[in-house]
C-alpha cells in the first residue's frame, strides 16, 4: 500500500496541534479511496468496519425510519471525521452515509479507534467534542421539528448549510454544493411542494437566489427574522 502524504490532512482542524510526526504516524493506518456521486460509503445499521475523514467533496448523512421514510440528517464537509460509530459505543452505523458529489475519503479500520484515541489525545479529545456538537445539533433539530412551523425550520436549515458551506459571492452566501428542494425537504419534514413554494416566495422578496440545486442566501438578517420568528410579535 503505497504511504499517504501528511499534506492530505496537516492543514484540518482535526489534526490541529499534532505534531508532524504524529500526523504521519495516524496517517499509517489510512486508505484513501474515491467515492462518485450518489455512492453509499456505508449504509445504516451495517457493521461499522471503519471510521471516515472528508478530504473533498460533500456528503449527505441519511437516516431511514422504521416507516421508509428518509431523512437527511445533515452534511458532512471537507476536513469533517464521520462513521466514528465507536466513538458512540455501536457496532453498526446509525445511519448512511452517501456521496453529494464526487468525493475522496480516508478511512481507517474502526479495530484502530481505541488505540489512536489513546496514543493521540487531541485527536481523540476532538472527534469527542465533533460527536457531542452533531448530538446537541440533532436535539435541537428534534425541538425544531415539534416545536416550530415548517417555514422557520426551512429558513433554519438553509442558515445552517449556508453558515457551514458557504462561499461568499457577488449574489450573497452561495451553499456550496449541489442541494435540491426535495433535500430540503428531506432535512426538514416537510413537502417538495412546501418548500418549493416558500423558496419561490423568498425568491421573489429578494431574500434567496434560487436554480437549479443551487441556493444563495441574498439576506441573511431576513432569513434569521422569518427563522425566529420575529415578523410573527
Given at each position: ?41 456505508f ?36 476536513g ?17 452515509a ?5 468525493c ?51 429558513a ?29 425537504a ?48
Amino acid at each position: 500500500m503505497v504511504a499517504l502524504d501528511r499534506s492530505l490532512i496537516s492543514q484540518l482542524q482535526l489534526f490541529q496541534g499534532m505534531a508532524p510526526q504524529e500526523q504521519s504516524e495516524i496517517l499509517k493506518g489510512a486508505r484513501s479511496s474515491r467515492y462518485a456521486k450518489d455512492s453509499a460509503i456505508f449504509e445504516q445499521e451495517t457493521e461499522a468496519h471503519s471510521f471516515f475523514v472528508l478530504i473533498s467533496g460533500h456528503i449527505r448523512v441519511v437516516r431511514t425510519t422504521p416507516d421508509g421514510q428518509q431523512v437527511i440528517a445533515r452534511y458532512i464537509s471537507e476536513g469533517e471525521i464521520f462513521g466514528v460509530a465507536a466513538a458512540l459505543g455501536r457496532t453498526t452505523y446509525p445511519a448512511s452515509a452517501v456521496a453529494a458529489v464526487d468525493c475522496v475519503v480516508l478511512a481507517w479500520p474502526n479495530a484502530l479507534w481505541p488505540e489512536l484515541a489513546r496514543r493521540f489525545p487531541v485527536f481523540g479529545a476532538t472527534t469527542y467534542r465533533t460527536v457531542g456538537n452533531r448530538l446537541q445539533e440533532a436535539q435541537t433539530r428534534v425541538v425544531e421539528m415539534s416545536t416550530e412551523q415548517v417555514e422557520q425550520r426551512v429558513a433554519h436549515a438553509l442558515l445552517r448549510l449556508a453558515n457551514q458551506t458557504g462561499r461568499k459571492t457577488d449574489s450573497g452566501i452561495e451553499i456550496d454544493f449541489p442541494i435540491s428542494r426535495q433535500d430540503i425537504a428531506e432535512m426538514t419534514g416537510t413537502t417538495l411542494h412546501t418548500v418549493s413554494r416558500l423558496l419561490s416566495k423568498w425568491e421573489d422578496n429578494g431574500i434567496i437566489v434560487s436554480g437549479r440545486q443551487k441556493v444563495t442566501v441574498k439576506d441573511a438578517h431576513r432569513l434569521v427574522v422569518l427563522a425566529e420568528n420575529r415578523n410573527k410579535g
